[in-house]
């Protein structure tokens, strides 16, 4: 079992930074493929980035080239960096582990609450 909570998020205007982070307990961090996924509402949850245990990332087009997603294993940490942000990144983000890779599947196995992203135009 692994606990996640997510911290970061907040409201920016468009353009804007955003650093959000996942603190994980309650198993060998080390172990886990991570992921970032938002849910805006009246829409689907997606997929925006993910991590290997060895530290590969991948992304979700519409993020690639203004979020970076990276791991602190020491820290027991997951992060998604956020820049150029825009409306339409308006979301609740979560992150989620599995023990086995799942892209950016939803079928992660351990959820955080999730933390809310707003940018204005």
């Known amino acids: 079992q692994v606990q996640l909570v997510e911290s970061g998020g907040g409201s920016v205007q468009a353009g804007g930074s955003l650093r959000l982070s996942c603190v994980a307990s309650g198993a060998t961090f080390d172990n886990y493929y991570m992921g970032w996924f938002r849910q805006a509402p009246g829409k689907e949850r997606e997929g925006v980035a993910a991590?290997?245990?060895?530290?590969?990332?991948v992304y979700v087009d519409s993020v690639k080239g203004r979020f970076t997603i990276s791991r602190d294993n020491a820290k027991r940490t997951l992060y998604l960096q956020m820049n150029s942000l825009k409306p339409e990144d308006t979301a609740i983000y979560y992150c989620a582990a599995d023990r086995i890779w799942r892209l950016l599947y939803r079928s992660y196995s351990y959820w955080g609450q999730g933390t809310t992203v707003t940018v204005s135009s």
């Open positions: 991590i290997t245990t060895f530290g590969e990332p």
